[in-house]
């Protein structure tokens, strides 16, 4: 959907890491199709062309954004809560993550929020990510890989409970003879379509596919996706 073919595997190495985003990059102006809100302009997000903002936070200077919001909540009767964070990523930034195809992809890709909000691009730096940045990326690689294959499992049962709408895609082996098709390629006609299951049968495959990804894969596997502090996860990241 977003370009799965250039999805690498679970990473086994920094080194790895390092060549996917690159690949990935450079890859994103050629791709239209991927568009995706996490790796989008926020200009275009936002519609700052359409619409006139009273205040556009930025995170380097997100305690302005906290006072201004929390300043007009509180104006009608309610309190805007305490911010946390959440979501980190294992990955540490270094400016030499990118090579020279990826950089200028991400100048191209980001010049909309560029003209926007005034924002300088990051300057090119040449070579690879310095040794602290491997040595902290390799101690993190067994969280990055439990994070990669948790959200795979989400991905499957996404897969498992989105109706078939499209035309099927099989490909018909090529005969002898192109006059003539085979039993089998016309009973799978490319523009047959699934019909959609009953109510009943959903929700049983949804029960089916939860009890699968929350409690028996995460035994096979050794890790539990809704513990907040699951077995597979690394001492390593407790003492950074």
Not at 141 to 162: C, G, K, S, Y
Request: no cysteine; proline share 10%; hydrophobic share 40%.
């Amino acid at each position: 959907m977003f370009g799965e073919d250039l999805f690498p595997p679970p990473p086994s190495s920094a080194k790895e890491i390092v060549a996917s985003f690159r690949r990935f990059v450079a890859a994103l102006p050629d791709q239209p199709e991927w568009s995706d809100s996490h790796w989008s302009a926020q200009a275009d997000l936002l519609g700052v062309t359409d619409i006139t903002y009273s205040h556009i936070g930025r995170v380097e200077a997100i305690d302005r954004t906290v006072a201004e919001v929390g300043e007009y909540v509180g104006e009608r009767g309610s309190r805007l809560p305490e911010l946390e964070a959440e979501n980190r990523s294992f990955l540490p930034y270094s400016p030499a993550l990118f090579d020279r195809a990826a950089y200028e992809a991400y100048r191209g890709w980001t010049e909309p929020d560029s003209k926007a909000f005034g924002y300088e691009p990051l300057a090119y730096v040449e070579g690879e990510p310095d040794d602290r940045w491997h040595a902290t990326v390799e101690a993190n690689i067994p969280a990055i890989r439990m994070v990669v294959e948790q959200n795979q499992r989400f991905l499957d049962l996404w897969h498992l409970l989105t109706p078939v709408t499209e035309p099927s895609r099989r490909v018909v082996r090529a005969q002898s003879s192109p006059h003539v098709l085979p039993a089998r390629a016309r009973v799978a006609s490319p523009f047959r379509r699934r019909q959609p299951a009953s109510i009943t049968a959903r929700l049983v495959v949804a029960a089916i596919a939860l009890v699968t990804v929350f409690v028996l894969l995460p035994e096979v596997l050794g890790d539990r996706p809704h513990d907040p502090r699951p077995s597979g996860w690394p001492a390593a990241i407790e003492n950074q």
